[in-house]
Each structure stands twice: as C-alpha cells, then as structure tokens.
C-alpha cells in the first residue's frame, strides 16, 4: 500500500503562483507512477500531471508551460508548482500513486491509480 499525503494550495488571484506538495511512503516498492489530479465543483475528476518510475513526465494540454511536477523517487516526495494559474485551474487536487505497470501513466488517467490522498483546495479568483 501507499500512503500519500498532500500539503500547500490555498487561494490566489488570476495570474499568481501555488504549490502543492504530497509525501508519500510505500511498504512494497516504489509507485511507478505518481500524479496530481483535480477535480472542480460539479465537474468530474481529472489528470493534471504525471510522472513514471523511468522519470517520464506528462501534462494535459491546458497546463503545459504554467504547471511543473517534480519530484518521485527523491525522498518520495512529488511536488507541484503552478504558476500563471486561471479561475478554471480551481478545485480540489489530489495526489495519487499506482504501484503496477501499464499506459495510463502516461494518458494521465485515473484508472491505473490505486491509492489517493485527501487533497488540498486550490482556489482562483478573477
């Protein structure tokens, strides 16, 4: 099992920086991979960024150049740093890791996720 735990968020104006940062500790082996998610009010849970075992990173589209993941196998720590950050990048963010191998690393997909934090609250104010 993982155990992960989030830190950082909070509230920002249009334009501002935040971070988010998880903890993470496995009693088995390393995750292979770990990724933040979100997930707005009324809408439904999405991939944010992710980073593989190998140290692939992904992003979905809309935070390419303003979002940064760091982190996985560095003290197992994952950190998010955000910047340029929009009313629609608001909601709750969450940090999740999956132990097995497989291709929704990549996708940034939920579906290979297996354990999850709480999440922290990120909001943008216009």
């Not at 963010?93 to 996708?107: D, F, I, R, V």
Request: a negative charge; proline letters at 3%; glycine letters at 14%.
């Amino acid at each position: 099992a993982v155990d992960l735990e989030e830190s950082g968020g909070g509230s920002v104006e249009e334009g501002g920086s935040l971070s988010l940062t998880c903890l993470y500790s496995s009693d088995t082996y390393s995750p292979f991979c770990v990724g933040w998610f979100r997930q707005a009010p009324g809408k439904g849970r999405e991939g944010v960024a992710t980073i593989r075992r190998d140290g692939d990173l992904t992003y979905i589209d809309s935070v390419k150049g303003r979002f940064t993941i760091s982190g996985h196998n560095i003290e197992n720590t994952l950190t998010l740093q955000m910047d340029s950050l929009r009313p629609e990048d608001a909601g709750m963010y969450y940090c999740a890791a999956g132990l097995s191998s497989g291709p929704y690393c990549k996708a940034v997909t939920d579906r290979g996720m297996e354990y999850w934090g709480k999440g922290r609250l990120v909001t943008v104010s216009s």
